[in-house]
């Protein structure tokens, strides 16, 4: 039977073994104490693992977000386009200055960073 006591390098395959799912806890007999002693150091992995995931995610996120001053020169038309980039009250008041799309338009998500990078283009000469 493997106990904590034993050695760490054979320990560490056990953990590796366990954290892959493959069984080995229970054909090498390892001891409820070791096996509770690799759970406890296997959620606390796997917690900074969804930690690390989550941070990552999100710092992908706001670098893929479009953003707009809230008074970017634009039409009323390109202002409802990118109507949901702002804050949600200038955004309603952009989407009733905007006119009426036509029947069936959906706007893309390439319009919108397109009208967004226009947006934050400088076009004086």
């Excluded at 386009?81 to 200055?97: F, I």
């Amino acid at each position: 039977m493997v106990t904590p006591g034993d050695d760490p390098f054979a320990m560490a395959f056990v953990l590796a073994a366990i954290a892959a799912g493959d069984g080995l806890a229970d054909r090498a007999a390892v001891s409820v104490e070791l096996r509770t002693r690799i759970a406890r150091v296997l959620e606390g992995v796997r917690g900074a693992m969804q930690q690390d995931r989550a941070a990552a995610v999100a710092a992908l996120t706001r670098a893929l977000q479009l953003t707009l001053p809230d008074d970017a020169a634009l039409s009323p038309r390109a202002r409802g386009v990118v109507a949901g980039v702002v804050r949600r009250e200038v955004g309603a008041e952009w989407m009733r200055a905007a006119p009426p799309p036509r029947p069936g338009f959906r706007t893309s998500a390439a319009l919108k960073r397109t009208v967004v990078g226009l947006a934050g283009s400088s076009w004086d000469a």
